[in-house]
């Protein structure tokens, strides 16, 4: 192409203007050619492209780690609830004595190999929140769990939560169960 | 004024400004294709983390649950690694074995004496496997603590996995 565009010079131009015309990316033999305009506007689109292309794969690398966590969250969620199922094996006090207004966190001695409340915070594997609450069951005449009604002293309502940080927020994940006086 | 003159092309800083921008481009895609080669490697360590850990420690949960009884002859309890021994019944209430334990870095199952071989793939490596049990008046609970880690020698990635089940079978 510059080849062609030096031979189609047929004015006799100083050696700079030479240069100039071989150093150009337009004008070839009366050809419009790129713009500056033109090429900013490609470069912008590319790179938008690239950088779409960018975010997508940094936001499933974000989403395969959010997965990993939930998994690991979900079975800390199921052994909370397996561990006061054997609490209340052991004795019905050790779930009916909690209080209805405090947060409980779950610990394992391995000296006495059995799962203990405790009020303070506790972190499974310095990542992993898990804490519940429990509430008060009340029973109506047909002794269907009911918002109001008769006390049952021998069934609570336990929430288990667990909670972690992710990329500067918390993620909570929890469920809802009922254990009973066996 | 030559007629020439007019559409005379552009300057060498013109030429820069271009070259500038190639240069760029050319960067920002390649830094684009070394990200996503690296985003695929880590995806896919997570998922086989995740997938290892799903897989083993769900099996183990729901056998432990229908279980009757430890067999501590077979069970190796509070180290690493750890092994499993449990009295079960089969599907038509038929009593039988089932075991867990650790060969070559992957959780293995014998299923009523039969070796069934590896539940966790090659993809990943169990560093560490142990069960504790905890014994009360009416029943009793296994806690399987289980770490995996991403198997290729470049990477450190790996995850712990817990669980607990009650044995609905020893009630």
Do not use: C
Request: glycine share 8%; net charge positive.
């Amino acid at each position: 192409m510059f080849y062609i565009h030096i031979l189609q010079n047929k004015n006799n131009d100083s050696p700079r203007e030479k240069l100039r015309r071989f150093l150009s990316l337009k004008n070839f033999g009366g050809q419009a050619g790129f713009g500056l305009v033109e090429v900013v506007i490609g470069s912008a689109i590319i790179s938008l492209a690239l950088l779409g292309v960018i975010s997508v794969a940094s936001n499933s690398l974000r989403v395969a780690d959010h997965s990993l966590r939930e998994a690991q969250a979900g079975y800390l969620l199921l052994e909370g609830g397996e561990a006061l199922r054997s609490m209340r094996d052991i004795s019905w006090t050790n779930i009916n004595g909690l209080s209805t207004t405090t947060t409980y966190y779950l610990a394992f001695s391995t000296t006495t190999n059995r799962f203990a409340t405790t009020s303070a915070n506790s972190f499974v594997d310095g990542i992993f929140e898990r804490s519940f609450t429990t509430s008060d069951v009340f029973r109506n005449g047909s002794d269907n769990i009911t918002a109001s009604g008769t006390y049952d002293s021998g069934t609570r309502k336990i929430r288990m939560n667990v909670s972690w940080r992710e990329r500067g927020a918390t993620t909570t994940t929890l469920t809802d169960f009922y254990l009973t006086n066996i | 004024m030559r007629a020439t003159k007019k559409n005379s092309g552009y300057s060498m800083l013109e030429l820069v400004v271009y070259v500038s921008i190639i240069a760029v481009m050319a960067v920002l895609s390649v830094q684009a294709m070394l990200s996503i080669t690296r985003v695929f490697a880590e995806i896919k360590s997570f998922s086989s983390i995740r997938e290892g850990g799903v897989i083993a420690i769900e099996r183990m949960i729901k056998e432990i649950r229908f279980a009757v009884s430890i067999d501590y002859s077979g069970t190796t309890l509070g180290t690493n690694p750890g092994r499993l021994k449990l009295n079960t019944t089969d599907e038509n209430g038929n009593a039988k074995t089932m075991e867990f334990y650790v060969s070559e870095n992957s959780l293995n199952i014998i299923d009523n004496g039969a070796e069934k071989g590896t539940i966790t793939g090659s993809s990943t490596l169990l560093t560490n496997l142990v069960f504790r049990e905890s014994t009360t008046s009416k029943g009793m609970l296994v806690k399987i603590e289980i770490t995996l880690k991403d198997n290729r020698a470049t990477s450190t990635r790996s995850a712990s996995f817990y669980g607990s089940a009650v044995m609905r079978g020893a009630y």
